[in-house]
């Protein structure tokens, strides 16, 4: 990879990663744009991680307070607001854990492609602005229960697939179960913060056994870069979210998908 391609694709990757229009998908379809090779399962990892470390460092009372509700869940604290949504987090984790697991391979064999992103962003565009429109939006974060946890854990776990993004697929579920739009953006950060940890320790390992060259220091450089960006961008996007919506990034999501199916497909 030139420097130019890792510079490129970790702008993106910060800038989409917390907006709900798929950084997946963009990763997937600035390549094809370019003429760029495919950078690989490895290096969007790394730029997802820089994104974590943006979260972690956005969020960090939340953060805090999750550690503080773990520990008391490990001691038998449990009817705690911090213990119990240390609970709604880890019942949120599982579904997309499991399907990373089990599917997270033959995903990225078989449904990086240009025409997946452009059903998956036309498909979960038109759900994010439904879900913007008819919520309710009258809950607000510590409301979570279990159910709530475990219904946009399996949204999560959809984000997988290139196109769908993980943000806007959280948001949208969240949004349908009632709550407002600045918490079920706040929700939907923490809960990514466990399933971007662990997909990194994992690919880590894999390398670790297998071996071979790895370009570490393109890594740590992009996923620096990616971190920098996402941060900027967590800070746009919650000011955004609670005065205007989520319908232009619905619609952003509509014309892109438009806009790949004319030149690329």
Do not use: C
Request: aromatic letters at 8%; a neutral charge; charged letters at 10%.
């Amino acid at each position: 990879m030139s420097w130019l391609q890792v510079v490129v694709l970790a702008v993106v990757q910060g800038l989409t990663e917390v907006l709900p229009i798929s950084s997946s998908g963009h990763l997937v379809l600035v390549p094809s744009v370019f003429g760029w090779t495919d950078q690989g399962l490895v290096f969007d990892v790394a730029v997802h991680f820089g994104s974590l470390g943006a979260v972690v460092v956005y969020f960090r009372y939340d953060i805090a307070a999750l550690l503080r509700g773990s520990l008391n869940v490990a001691v038998g604290k449990l009817e705690l607001p911090e213990s119990k949504m240390a609970l709604a987090i880890a019942a949120g984790t599982v579904p997309a854990a499991l399907a990373g697991l089990l599917f997270a391979g033959w995903i990225a064999s078989n449904l990086r492609d240009p025409s997946v992103v452009v059903a998956t962003l036309s498909g979960y565009g038109i759900l994010l602005a439904l879900a913007d429109r008819y919520g309710k939006r009258e809950r607000i974060i510590v409301d979570v229960r279990m159910r709530d946890a475990v219904i946009i854990g399996l949204a999560q776990a959809l984000a997988l697939v290139p196109g769908t993004s993980r943000s806007g697929v959280t948001i949208s579920a969240a949004l349908m179960l009632g709550f407002q739009r600045r918490d079920a953006a706040r929700f939907s950060f923490l809960l990514s913060a466990p399933v971007i940890l662990l997909a990194t320790v994992y690919e880590i390992g894999i390398l670790v056994v297998e071996g071979g060259g790895v370009a570490w220091t393109t890594l740590a450089v992009a996923a620096l870069i990616s971190g920098i960006v996402a941060y900027l961008s967590i800070e746009f996007f919650m000011r955004f979210v609670s005065v205007i919506g989520l319908l232009p990034f619905a619609i952003y999501r509509l014309i892109l998908a438009g806009l790949i199916a004319v030149m690329l497909l």
